[in-house]
């Protein structure tokens, strides 16, 4: 039972990094139908960027802002340049992150060398929370509830707030939306900052646990593709419960079949697409 | 199509990579031989992405899993020649086969988060399953295919015309394979599913095939890979090398086969003399990927003319 309580924390611990960086993406696609190769990417830098602040200021707290901040402006940057010229072209759209998920990769490879490495703890949040048998670090703990944070955040500004009825209006029908005077070009802009944004937060999360390592871009993508599929794409309920099944079954099935460890993931995709195409909170 | 094109340029390659190679140092031999193997490839996948129009991102995978098929049978077990090609084609394709009963249900950007989910699964597994596959090491000590396969002649050459023979066996089919009613109704799919499905094609059959079909030629190109390099290693089946076909596809011009074969040629001589330069391939490669779709979005091919077929 300790067992299986402390491996549902775990799983929950991961569902929290996927659901911060699965929000970014299907929030993305809900509003611009990009697939976002470059995604993963974004997760990577965030931890990079962190990693150079915390060498330098030891501060865990600015380095988070910090990360949030640069990649959201290099996701800003590259939304304006590359992408917004291909509207309504997916598969253009789609290859033009790909173009950019190879350049950042080699380029942080470049940067700051393909050498391993994880943040420092936090001071505060050394230390383990126990409860009986069940032993549980508190920075997991954290992570858990600042995603939770950032999911009630997200459900207040997409559900409650005049920005996320614009937001809503434009996934809904984007002409229409513009004809409203709603400024598209914009919000596409801005949201595909925020997720970049997103995806960094999730890697400065998980940077003193998982850390940063070259490769760790592509390790990422798929995971946050199978959460985003088995959610159903723009749908942000969708990438919660996605996080969450994806998380316990990624953790449960390392912890018990470790060399299929990919493979357990690629079920319960196969399920929910034999039973609903779109996911399980999709709009086709 | 454009016959009265390609009619000549079809000429002229087919002339470069018949009298070719007996002039060219064996560097140059090796780089055409892989050029050859990888413009199968790059033609299977045009199938699915040009003709059929699905994106697919784990077709590197179907190509790898041959390859490991191979290496297994013919280090671990010493099976014989035509048993470890039948094996390596087989396996691929049951493979896209199963596949493509799951995938063949989507379009557009899901079936290339599928199948690119999938790829990464099948890569998660060469390099996690480490009894099998040997993880990150890969499996070394692939026989050469001229002595495995019992021919009286070794070395580059030889090796590099029986790729070429395979080549040209592929593309023929894959040729008659998109000129057929099949391929037709194949591009009537890519451009209006709606339309040909109220004609009453079975639209999902039609794209199962194909997918099956391109799976089959990758699986050809995946065994032929593996006779060439000797080893197998998971980087055949990652999200790069995915990356790169997909590149060649769309560097060349996807809904045409030349394309891609112009396409395969061009990344492997752009790997190859970067690469001899700088170890920043994969800037390159992105750097190349974003210039295509800024400048050439229909690829070289295509370049100057409408798109037609």
């Known amino acids: ?284 | 199509m454009s016959a009265r094109r390609e009619g000549p340029a079809l000429l002229i390659l087919g002339a470069i990579l018949i009298v070719g190679p007996p002039f060219l140092s064996s560097y140059w031999v090796g780089l055409l031989t892989q050029m050859v193997i990888l413009a199968i490839l790059a033609m299977s996948l045009d199938i699915l992405l040009g003709y059929t129009g699905l994106p697919s991102l784990g077709h590197a995978a179907v190509f790898g899993v041959a390859a490991y098929a191979v290496a297994v049978l013919s280090t671990r077990y010493q099976a014989g020649f035509w048993t470890t090609v039948a094996c390596g084609i087989l396996a691929g394709t049951l493979l896209s086969a199963a596949v493509g009963l799951i995938v063949s249900h989507v379009r557009d950007v899901y079936f290339l988060m599928i199948t690119l989910a999938w790829g990464m699964v099948l890569w998660g597994l060469s390099y996690r399953w480490i009894p099998v596959t040997g993880g990150d090491n890969g499996i070394s000590g692939i026989p050469r295919l001229e002595a495995h396969a019992g021919l009286p002649m070794t070395g580059p050459i030889p090796f590099y015309y029986v790729t070429l023979l395979v080549f040209a066996a592929c593309a023929i089919l894959m040729a008659l394979l998109v000129r057929s009613p099949f391929g037709l109704t194949l591009r009537g799919i890519r451009d209006n599913e709606a339309r040909m499905k109220s004609l009453g094609f079975n639209t999902w059959l039609h794209c199962y095939l194909s997918y099956v079909l391109a799976g089959a030629f990758a699986s050809v190109s995946g065994v032929v890979w593996a006779y060439y390099n000797g080893f197998v290693s998971p980087t055949y089946l990652d999200l790069t090398a995915s990356s790169e076909l997909f590149l060649m596809v769309t560097l060349g011009g996807p809904a045409t086969l030349v394309g891609p074969v112009l396409g395969a040629g061009a990344i492997v001589l752009l790997k190859n003399v970067i690469s001899a330069y700088t170890a920043r391939w994969l800037l390159i490669l992105g750097v190349v990927y974003i210039i295509t779709i800024l400048a050439a979005p229909q690829g070289l091919w295509n370049l100057g003319r409408r798109r037609s077929g």
């Open chain 1, 1 to 284: 039972m300790t067992y299986f309580i402390t491996q549902s924390l775990n799983g929950l611990f991961s569902a929290a990094l996927l659901f911060l960086i699965a929000s970014g993406l299907t929030l993305t696609f809900g509003v611009m139908r990009i697939v976002n190769i470059a995604h993963g990417s974004f997760y990577m830098l965030g931890v990079y960027v962190a990693y150079s602040v915390i060498t330098r200021t030891g501060s865990l707290l600015l380095a988070t802002a910090v990360a949030v901040v640069v990649v959201g402006a290099v996701g800003f940057v590259m939304q304006r340049l590359f992408l917004r010229r291909f509207a309504s072209q997916p598969l253009a759209q789609m290859m033009m992150t790909m173009g950019c998920a190879l350049f950042f990769r080699d380029a942080a490879l470049m940067i700051w060398g393909g050498d391993p490495f994880t943040l420092a703890y936090p001071a505060a949040l050394r230390g383990s929370l126990e409860a009986g048998e069940i032993v549980f670090p508190w920075y997991r703990l954290f992570v858990i509830a600042v995603a939770a944070l950032v999911g009630v955040g997200l459900w207040i500004l997409n559900d409650h707030t005049l920005v996320g009825a614009r937001l809503r209006a434009t996934v809904d029908d984007p002409e229409m939306a513009a004809a409203t005077g709603i400024n598209v070009a914009l919000l596409s802009g801005c949201v595909f900052a925020a997720g970049a944004g997103l995806a960094a937060l999730g890697g400065v999360m998980g940077g003193p646990i998982i850390g940063g390592y070259a490769g760790m871009d592509v390790d990422l993508l798929p995971l946050a593709f199978v959460v985003v599929i088995v959610g159903g794409m723009g749908s942000l309920k969708g990438a919660l419960v996605g996080a969450v099944a994806v998380g316990m079954i990624d953790n449960f099935g390392k912890a018990l079949v470790p060399e299929l460890s990919y493979f357990t993931l690629f079920a319960p995709m196969v399920i929910v697409l034999a039973i609903k195409p779109t996911g399980l909170y999709g709009r086709a």
